[in-house]
């Protein structure tokens, strides 16, 4: 499907759409549930434990119109099994398994890996899970604001994470776990592969796109044209230039997902802990504030800097990244509350918490201080001769839906 939209002019509009040369997006995970998910995985098993050692398991778990506690819901790793119902669960049934997950961008958490929990959670993203996947998010059916097109995670993804707001905006550089079947239009990579003489990888792609789309220069650069959703990725066909913009890519994409992927890493940057984040209970961060003038972020009674502005405004889309991240782990978080497990939080800050942050910190400083390469590349491949959306491979309807996963039951393969 794709929205009934003016057609626009100039070489913008000649470009292929994102959604056309990656063909498979999918929603991201949607939890209407607040506490199968948070910062830690302690917090997780208390709300488990509570849970099932409640006298009104219904009251404590705040069923919604997708999500009862008397039900039974397939497995996500196995459609052809069904989960017991929750309702029938003895008190003392271990947490099920515990998986990283994308909250927003740049914001890992933890969630229950569990479909009695989660209203939708979109189960071909699990199963289409590896330790190679990884996942490009942006805005493709709404406008794009201010910042990078794109980002990226190693983790499955919520439905908001790019900005705090999504729909069907997550897109899968595999469309398996194993990372055999790329998620990329049928013959593309052959046609790009015979234009530079070399052979093309999904992953080289894939970090190609992310090099365009993840700064600030993109947004900037088309802010008119991108009042029609869905960005374009203009393709070079200057071989030098295509492998530059790989090798920015991916060094992006291994910063952006803290060094999970594609051999990155955190770099140290100048951020340092001046004052130390109490790890006591009555010294859990109840606020935060930033000192421009002196680039100091206070959380709680500890401090940081150098923090320089660019750094702590940071934003993707209106999505204000550093503010965000300790918004959600201050003493009363932000956002909504579901039911009376949304209570149970962290009895203090941690070492490791703190360790997040600077990661956060250390990884957008890289970000910013890449920015002006990244700008220059863009104008680079905008003023080359580049593909046309004619010029490449259509992708198949079969391609747009999600894979089939088969499961072996012992008596044949289910679908």
Do not use: C
């Not at 199968?36 to 398991?57: I, K, M, N, Q, Y």
């Not at 991108?226 to 090798?247: G, Q, Y």
């Not at 201080?369 to 491949?381: N, R, S």
């Not at 580049?386 to 747009?400: G, I, K, M, N, Y």
Request: overall charge negative; proline content about 9%.
């Amino acid at each position: 499907w794709k929205p009934m939209l003016p057609a626009g002019e100039g070489d913008y509009y000649a470009w292929p759409q994102l959604t056309d040369v990656f063909p498979w997006q999918h929603s991201g995970v949607q939890m209407k549930l607040k506490w199968p998910f948070g910062e830690t995985r302690v917090v997780l098993v208390h709300g488990w434990r509570d849970l099932l050692a409640a006298s009104d398991r219904v009251k404590a778990y705040k069923e919604s119109r997708d999500r009862k506690i008397s039900k039974r819901y397939e497995d996500l790793g196995d459609p052809s099994k069904r989960l017991k119902p929750i309702s029938g669960l003895p008190g003392d049934t271990p947490i099920p398994e515990v998986a990283p997950y994308a909250y927003r961008s740049f914001d890992r958490q933890k969630i229950i890996k569990d479909a009695r929990l989660g209203d939708f959670m979109r189960p071909e993203l699990w199963r289409a899970h590896g330790p190679d996947q990884v996942y490009m998010t942006s805005l493709l059916t709404k406008i794009l604001g201010v910042g990078p097109a794109a980002t990226v995670a190693d983790d499955v993804p919520d439905l908001d994470h790019f900005s705090g707001r999504g729909g069907k905006d997550v897109i899968p550089l595999w469309r398996d776990a194993a990372a055999t079947v790329p998620n990329v239009a049928g013959g593309l990579l052959d046609a790009l592969s015979q234009e530079y003489g070399e052979t093309v990888a999904p992953e080289d792609l894939f970090a190609y796109a992310y090099a365009v789309l993840g700064s600030p220069a993109y947004t900037e650069s088309f802010a008119e044209e991108l009042s029609i959703p869905d960005p374009r990725l203009p393709i070079t066909k200057d071989h030098a230039l295509f492998r530059r913009a790989v090798e920015l890519g991916r060094w992006l994409i291994g910063l952006h997902t803290y060094g999970e992927r594609f051999g990155g890493s955190v770099p140290r940057g100048t951020a340092r802990i001046e004052k130390a984040i109490p790890d006591t209970p009555d010294g859990y961060p109840e606020n935060y504030s930033y000192d421009p003038a002196e680039k100091t972020l206070k959380v709680g009674e500890g401090e940081i800097r150098p923090v320089q502005p660019e750094v702590y405004g940071y934003s993707v889309s209106g999505l204000e990244v550093v503010k965000s991240w300790l918004g959600y782990r201050k003493k009363n978080p932000t956002g909504r509350k579901s039911s009376p497990l949304d209570d149970i939080r962290p009895e203090r800050w941690t070492g490791d918490m703190t360790r997040e942050l600077l990661e956060l910190l250390w990884v957008l400083e890289a970000t910013v201080g890449k920015e002006p390469e990244l700008a220059e590349l863009l104008t680079e491949i905008t003023s080359s001769e580049v593909f046309t959306a004619d010029e490449l491979p259509e992708p198949t309807e079969q391609e747009r839906k999600p894979p089939k996963v088969e499961v072996d039951t012992g008596q044949g393969t289910l679908q």
